[in-house]
Structure formats: C-alpha cells, structure tokens
C-alpha cells in the first residue's frame, strides 16, 4: 500500500510540470494535493463536530416532502471517511484511503415519494449524458416506504432507492439527468451539471 501511495505521489509531482488543468469534485483520479485536503476538510469537520453527511454532493430538494438526493464522489468520500476516523479519536489508515480511491464506481443516492407503502420496490435508475443512456452497476430501493411528514396527506410515504455507476461509463464533467423510475410507473429526473461541483 505504501509503495503505491509513493508512486501516486511521484506521478503528481511529474504532472505538476504540465500545464493546470481545474478540478472537479468528481475527479477519477484526484492528485495527492486534492488527496490531502480532501482529508483535512475531513478533520476539520470532527473539530467543528460537524455531520459527516456535509461532504454529499446534494440535488433536487432537501425538505421531507420533496424528492431529493445526493451522491458521493471520491474526494467527498475521503472526506466523509476521515470525519467519521476523527470523531472517533481515529487516524485515516493508507489502506483506508486507498480503498476509497481504488473504488470504481460513484453511488447515486435519491428519495422519492409515493402513497402505498411498497411503491419504489424494484425501482430503477439510469444518468442520461446528451442522449447516451448509462445504467447501474447495481440498484437497490426500500422494499417497504417509511410514512412521509405529509402523511396522513399525500405523498404518504418515502422510500429509498440507491445506484452505484461505474466511473468509466459516463462523463463526470457535463450536465446529467439523473432518472428514477418507480415500480409502479412514472419518473423522478433530477438535473445535475457535474462541471460545476466543486
């Protein structure tokens, strides 16, 4: 693990001599500078005492009676990992990060509402990048809603469905249509410009 730290560290010391090029948040192979300040925003947050779940990238609406979501990118992970490490009183392991970093796919987080409790079972989700459709690695949802704080109103219920997208299928710098698709019929788009997460 070492050696292969060492080695990425080395490679971004000979990338440093080409010319800059701006990073995104969802950057397949951040450099070891955007490794380490993905780790100390981490750390900083323990300090701070604040929820790990600030380093989502969120979309959509963030009330409870409103479809919403979130995904997590590398950097936003790394940063996750080490709140969590430090509320613990824990130091990030280069195992740990490179976990984290060998990691080949993006999980895709969406809530979505409906008014009989098994309404999202088997739902299914895709990103839609100019017309190019790309699919889950794989999809899960909540088999059984939770009551929604409309309830006895309607939407009555919320439910979960999370997807996992393989780095190297889509596109993680242009605009993107993020499409639920619950059991029972209908659609959920949510509208995400990649270029523009920071």
């Known amino acids: 693990m070492r050696a292969k730290l060492r080695l990425m560290v080395l490679c971004v010391a000979a990338w440093s001599c080409l010319p800059h090029v701006p990073a995104h948040a969802i950057d397949v192979h951040p450099t070891a500078e955007q490794i380490q300040t993905a780790l100390d925003r981490g750390k900083e947050a ?11 990238i969120r979309f959509g609406t963030t ?10 990118t590398k950097l936003g992970g ?3 990992m080490a709140t969590h490490m430090a509320l613990r009183g824990l130091q990030t392991s280069e195992a740990d990060i490179m976990q984290v970093l060998d990691g080949l796919s993006m999980t895709v987080s969406a809530v979505i509402f409906g008014n009989v409790p098994n309404f999202a079972d088997d739902s299914y989700m895709v990103l839609d990048q100019g017309g190019t459709t790309i699919k889950p690695v794989t999809v899960r949802s909540d088999g059984v809603a939770v ?14 469905v999370v997807a996992s997208f393989n780095y190297e299928d889509f596109d993680p710098k242009v605009n993107t249509t993020i499409t639920v698709f619950p059991a029972n019929g209908g659609e959920v788009k949510f509208h995400v410009d990649f270029s523009k997460i920071h």
């Open 46 to 56: 323990a300090q701070k005492r604040d929820s790990p779940d600030t380093f989502y």
């Open 63 to 72: 009330d409870d009676r409103h479809p919403g979501g979130f995904l997590i």
């Open 147 to 160: 009551r929604s704080a409309a309830w006895p109103e309607s939407p009555q219920f919320k439910a979960k």
């Open 78 to 80: 790394l940063s996750v």
